[in-house]
């Protein structure tokens, strides 16, 4: 690879890209990318998530951070976004706090309900405290990079119920619009999604929906949902260094991130009917095999990937804001996410993608749904 911008014939960009359901800007002109690498001071930003406003304010670094996350739902100001968060740097403070027992425990956190609140501490080195009530979160920590992934998951998951209601499934797959209509490819966390996408991205014919999450409507339609495109560190050496940037994580190593604007012409800004469904199986050889398979098959992938949603960036602690009874409600929202998977099931062709450790050859053998 010579360069993001040469890999992905995405030589001019355009950052007025408008979205369906949007009536924002969203995407970032220049000046304003320029400015967000820099880390000038970026003390507010709002996005709209097919109709769900939420505010950052505070932390310059850390908003800035999440508008590279977030850049193609980047929106104008409004009055009164339905969920504002306001982050501040420094040592938490809990003596305001009431003195509530533990609801439970993740391996990163201590989560405590009181009232309409849920408060979760990290360990002392970051505290969020969500008043779901009123719409308002507030974020304090000492750690730049651990306040941005909380607030960076905090985020997914309140846009994952906003989208659940609205009738979207978010998949965990790897999702392409090309001449054919739409294709999902179902692989695990690691699986190769990524360098499948870089791939695709060189063709003219196809565009991406999502390279982790794209959305599925009730209509078997794909939505675009690009969020920050992870990349190995393999990849990230042989890009321009002003086109990646890494991420430091709480609990999971640190991960490389290719810019919004190196691929955001590449982008499906309409709608794609979804055709194909690829269930994707690593192997150690060096060929690549595409073999159609009775729908019966992609039951199981579908279940996980898109009732479940495993491999989807989650926070239990604020699924479980109301405990467990909190979890039997969930069983609506996992039958319409299951009506979703059976009709696209009942519209789209099912294959088999043996995926070896030579890329292009990978791509050969996919590209058939495509182009």
Same mark, same amino acid.
């Given at each position: 690879?010579?360069?993001?911008?040469?890999?992905?014939? *995405?030589?001019?960009?355009?950052?007025?890209?408008?979205?369906?359901? =949007? /009536?924002?800007?969203?995407?970032?002109?220049? %000046?304003?990318?320029? +400015? #967000? +690498? +820099?880390?000038? *001071?970026?003390?507010? *930003?709002?996005f709209d998530f097919f109709g769900l406003r939420i505010a950052v304010l505070g932390w310059p670094e850390v908003v800035a951070a999440l508008v590279l996350d977030f850049a193609w739902f980047r929106a104008a100001p409004v009055f009164?976004? /339905?969920? +504002?968060?306001?982050v501040q740097p420094g040592e938490p403070s809990f003596d305001a706090l009431p003195a509530v027992r533990a609801s439970f425990t993740t391996t990163r956190n201590v989560v405590y309900q009181s009232d309409d609140r849920t408060i979760v501490d990290y360990f002392g080195r970051a505290l969020v405290v969500f008043d779901r009530a009123r719409g308002e979160v507030s974020v304090q920590g000492d750690q730049q990079y651990l306040v941005h992934e909380a607030i960076y998951l905090l985020m997914l998951n309140r846009v994952g119920e906003h989208l659940d209601a609205a009738g979207l499934m978010r998949l965990h797959a790897l999702a392409l619009a090309g001449r054919q209509g739409g294709v999902v490819v179902l692989l695990p966390a690691g699986g190769g999604k990524s360098t499948l996408a870089l791939r695709a991205l060189r063709e003219d014919g196809v565009r991406l929906v999502s390279d982790d999450t794209p959305l599925l409507d009730r209509d078997s339609r794909l939505h675009a949902f690009p969020l920050r495109l992870g990349v190995?560190? #393999?990849? *990230?050496?042989?890009?321009?260094? =002003?086109?990646? $940037?890494?991420?430091?994580?709480?609990?999971?190593?640190?991960?490389?991130?290719l810019a919004l604007e190196a691929f955001a012409q590449r982008i499906a800004t309409e709608p794609s009917p979804l055709s194909h469904i690829v269930i994707g199986r690593r192997s150690l050889g060096t060929q690549a095999r595409l073999t159609a398979i009775p729908r019966r098959r992609a039951v199981t992938p579908l279940f996980r990937d898109g009732v479940v949603g495993l491999g989807i960036a989650q926070m239990a602690e604020? #699924?479980? /804001? $109301? %405990? @467990? @009874?909190?979890?039997?409600?969930?069983g609506t929202v996992a039958g319409r996410r299951a009506a979703i998977c059976a009709s696209a099931l009942s519209q789209a062709r099912t294959w088999e993608l043996e995926l070896g450790r030579d890329g292009e050859r990978n791509w050969v053998a996919l590209e058939s749904l495509l182009l």
């Open positions: 690879m010579c360069g993001a911008i040469a890999i992905l014939n *995405a030589a001019s960009v355009s950052f007025a890209t408008e979205r369906p359901g =949007s /009536q924002t800007k969203g995407l970032l002109d220049e %000046g304003e990318m320029d +400015s #967000v +690498s +820099s880390v000038e *001071a970026l003390t507010e *930003a709002n009164g976004p /339905q969920l +504002s968060i306001r190995n560190e #393999v990849v *990230a050496a042989q890009l321009p260094p =002003s086109d990646v $940037r890494r991420i430091e994580r709480f609990e999971f190593p640190a991960k490389h991130a604020y #699924v479980l /804001q $109301r %405990g @467990w @009874w909190d979890v039997l409600a969930k």
